[in-house]
């Protein structure tokens, strides 16, 4: 089952910082922080993910708090493109299951 | 490197019928998931295959549900018998290895008249 929370939707403006909070208050010292989205009718795509280092790669920046029980999803320059559901997941490397929350749909707006 | 296959794209049939889903992983990964994703919702587990055996399927209705991924490899997800409730977006999944990114084929959209 899904162990994250997120707000259902959020606006930004074209060319601003989104950030999308995540709250995963129960994560364990073994699970790591992915984020997907997923633009309409279309199947999830990989964003990023970390374990408790900040990371960045091409796409955005993953803030994850010093004791892990929340993150937060940088797209530093958003685009109207960036419109889509964005999903937070929490996942074990033991276990291996891929659970997906309600995720927050984002509206980049011109 | 190429993505995780799915067919069709598209199915419409009526409630009572059976149906079935193919999925071709990307390939040497040896984790394949099934999600079903009704509209407005987040994708929702239904199996999780590590190369041919079953890890989990506590969601999957076995009753009229039904999954295989032989030789480790493909896969194919079964309704039978399909009811209206079923209607959804079928999505296939794969990953290498723990802490990788998982890969989402495009889906198979079920309509169940």
């Known amino acids: 089952d899904a162990k994250t929370t997120q707000p259902p939707s959020m606006d930004c403006a074209e060319g601003r910082a989104a950030n999308l909070p995540c709250n995963h208050s129960?994560?364990?010292?073994?699970?790591?922080v992915y984020w997907y989205r997923q633009i309409h009718s279309q199947g999830p795509q990989y964003i990023i993910h970390?374990?408790?280092n900040n990371e960045t790669n091409e796409m955005a920046s993953l803030i994850i708090t010093e004791d892990r029980k929340s993150s937060t999803l940088i797209l530093p320059h958003a685009t109207l493109r960036d419109t889509a559901v964005y999903y937070c997941i929490v996942s074990s490397n033991t276990g291996n299951q891929f659970y997906f929350g309600t995720g927050t749909s984002l509206t980049v707006i011109p | 490197e190429a993505g995780v296959a799915q067919s069709p794209r598209y199915k419409i049939i009526e409630k009572r019928q059976s149906v079935a889903f193919w999925c071709n992983p990307i390939?040497?990964?040896?984790?394949l998931y099934w999600y079903q994703q009704i509209l407005g919702q987040g994708p929702k587990l239904l199996i999780q295959?590590?190369?041919?055996?079953?890890?989990?399927d506590s969601q999957l209705p076995k009753d009229r549900f039904s999954a295989e991924r032989l030789k480790g490899v493909d896969s194919t997800l079964k309704i039978q018998p399909a009811k209206l409730e079923d209607s959804a977006v079928y999505l296939c999944?794969?990953?290498?290895?723990?802490?990788?990114?998982?890969?989402f084929g495009q889906g198979t959209r079920l309509t169940v008249v």
């Open positions: 970390g374990l408790k």
């Open positions: 999944a794969s990953r290498l290895m723990m802490n990788t990114e998982a890969f």
């Open positions: 390939s040497g990964h040896a984790t």
């Open positions: 295959f590590q190369n041919n055996g079953v890890v989990d």
């Open positions: 129960t994560i364990s010292g073994n699970e790591y």
